[in-house]
């Protein structure tokens, strides 16, 4: 079975600065998808950023890029320009790319402060 | 596009007491899955469905069922509520089935007492 692992369980960060959140996971699959979701206060889960496992090019969108290491099985999340807007908790989760497994498995979870 | 919609977002039951909570989804998704989210747990997957009339068990299947009869709808029953079961559910849905991004309604908080 597939594991997600976030060793941070907190996080802070000064506005406009840059912070790493971490994510290892475990896994014998060649194909699968790895997610980084946000929930903020409201607790709404909103999708940050997804990369295919056989995609060398991390993912980046906007602020958010990943550092995909897929032989170290570490994907982690690094928001550059930190606003206070950031603040939430950050969810790192898998998804395999193999038919008849389509279960979602998350970490337990970072939650990032953004001091201003 | 609504995308997932959950109804009600709030909900107070007493221990033994059954209900539905809603789920629905306008974008023609094939995968629709229930999750629960407890104190440092993460997300845990209760149910769920790959079409209609096709549903199978999560990680946390124990005290509620689930059914799909059209797409769009993905209602999850809790048949004796019990106070394990306070948390904050949601309902997720994909298209594909293998590595298609999963998006999530605004979740139900429950509480049993």
């Known amino acids: 079975a597939q594991t997600v692992t976030q060793s941070q369980p907190e996080m802070s960060v000064q506005e406009a600065e840059t912070v790493t959140l971490s994510c290892t996971y475990d896994?014998?699959?060649?194909?699968?998808?790895l997610f980084w979701y946000k929930q903020p206060p409201s607790r709404q889960m909103i999708l940050v950023i997804r990369?295919?496992?056989?995609?060398?090019q991390n993912a980046t969108e906007n602020r958010f890029s990943v550092n995909f290491q897929k032989a170290a099985k570490s994907f982690s999340l690094k928001i550059s320009d930190s606003q206070l807007g950031d603040a939430a908790m950050y969810f790192c989760?898998?998804?395999?790319?193999?038919?008849?497994?389509?279960?979602?498995?998350f970490g337990k979870g970072t939650l990032l402060t953004v001091n201003p | 596009n609504a995308g997932v919609t959950q109804t009600p977002k709030f909900q107070v039951l007493k221990t033994g007491q059954s209900m539905t909570l809603q789920c629905a989804q306008d974008?023609?998704?094939?995968?629709m899955s229930w999750y629960r989210q407890d104190p440092g747990m993460g997300l845990r997957l209760i149910h769920y469905?790959?079409?209609?009339?096709?549903?199978d068990q999560g990680e946390v299947p124990n005290g509620y069922n689930v059914s799909r009869s059209t797409t769009e709808d993905f209602p999850l029953r809790l048949l004796s509520a019990a106070p394990s079961q306070t948390s904050v559910y949601f309902c997720?849905?994909?298209?594909?089935?293998?590595?298609?991004?999963?998006?999530f309604g605004p979740g139900t908080r429950l509480t049993v007492l």
């Open positions: 989760a898998y998804r395999s790319g193999r038919g008849g497994n389509y279960k979602l498995t």
């Open positions: 469905s790959v079409g209609a009339g096709i549903t």
């Open positions: 990369q295919e496992a056989y995609k060398q």
């Open positions: 974008m023609n998704h094939e995968y």
């Open positions: 896994t014998s699959e060649s194909d699968y998808y």
């Open positions: 997720a849905s994909s298209w594909g089935l293998a590595g298609g991004t999963q998006y």
